[in-house]
């Protein structure tokens, strides 16, 4: 598949908008795949799929195809899991479990600010829900309203003192077991992808996931090494694992994470489509 005659067509298969920490809306997410030369965009905002429906019309407008995603943080023994779920289909029946996710976000939020108050920090939860303007509430909107406060001076900052694991108002996310998390995205019609697995993405901690009916691995993202590429790569091969890959572009200008930044080739979400067919045609009745 190709955009042009000899130019070779890229996709990128993981990016945020508004819905929930991202900084652009779905549409201006959709615009700049168009202005990239993108053929297709999945769109995977935390724990939300409000993004999807307009993302799609804009899509159709521009001839940028979109795919439907979501984000999901799991866990696996101690260590947090990202899943994607790509290629949805049953979006109302998904959307039920968003809803709680975003509740317990809230409180969260709510949990943070108390954190922050009682360190000194006279922040308040309006601050916070003026920064997320409706969307997913999370760690990025604290550190914004904290930047607009003059608490911290960026991100990296707010990270450090306060909102990292390590942070001392650091408050854990509820998370769903990874076993939930694939079945979720199961239930949804989708793909289940282990989102950049990093230097964890190896055989004793995918085997679990595999039997746990994992689809795929994403292979290229910033924060992987050529080291760790290569490995995904191995081992989506040897395990029969669908490749994935993107930016997990949040709307920054500039910076290691920047929309089609992986030169994702199409050819990996022709092979999810593929996976997405058999799979539709191994369930559906004889
Ligand atoms: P949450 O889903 O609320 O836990 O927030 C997770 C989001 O916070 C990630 O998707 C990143 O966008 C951002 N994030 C997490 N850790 C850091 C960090 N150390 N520095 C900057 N942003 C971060
Ligand atoms: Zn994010
Ligand atoms: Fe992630
Ligand atoms: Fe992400």
Redesign the pocket.
């Known amino acids: 598949m190709s955009a042009d005659a000899g130019r070779p067509a890229f996709v990128d298969l993981h990016t945020h908008s508004t819905a929930s920490?991202g900084t652009l809306a779905p549409e201006g997410v959709i615009e700049a795949a168009k202005r990239c030369g993108l053929t297709a965009l999945a769109l995977t905002d935390?724990d939300t799929i409000d993004g999807v429906h307009v993302a799609r019309s804009e899509g159709d407008r521009l001839g940028v195809r979109v795919i439907a995603g979501v984000e999901l943080?799991a866990v696996q023994d101690e260590h947090e899991v990202h899943l994607l779920a790509l290629h949805l289909t049953h979006l109302e029946a998904l959307e039920k479990r968003l809803s709680e996710l975003r509740a317990s976000r809230y409180t969260r939020a709510q949990k943070i600010v108390e954190k922050l108050n009682s360190l000194g920090i006279p922040l308040t939860l309006d601050e916070v829900l003026q920064q997320a303007n409706g969307g997913a509430v999370?760690?990025?909107h604290v550190a914004r309203a904290l930047i607009a406060r003059g608490v911290v001076h960026d991100?990296?900052d707010a990270?450090v003192k306060y909102l990292?694991n390590s942070g001392s108002a650091f408050v854990a996310?509820e998370h769903f077991s990874i076993e939930d998390a694939i079945a979720i995205a199961h239930e949804a019609g989708a793909l289940a992808i282990w989102a950049h697995p990093g230097d964890g993405g190896r055989r004793e901690r995918l085997e679990p996931l595999i039997a746990a009916g994992l689809d795929g691995l994403e292979i290229k993202h910033p924060s992987h090494s050529s080291e760790d590429i290569k490995r995904l790569q191995a081992l989506a091969d040897f395990f029969n694992l669908v490749p994935s890959g993107g930016s997990d572009w949040?709307g920054a200008p500039d910076g290691s994470r920047r929309l089609g930044i992986m030169n994702i080739p199409a050819e990996w979400l022709q092979q999810q489509d593929e996976r997405v067919a058999s799979i539709a045609s191994s369930t559906s009745a004889p």
């Open positions: 920490d935390h943080s999370g760690r990025p991100f990296r990270f990292g996310k949040h």
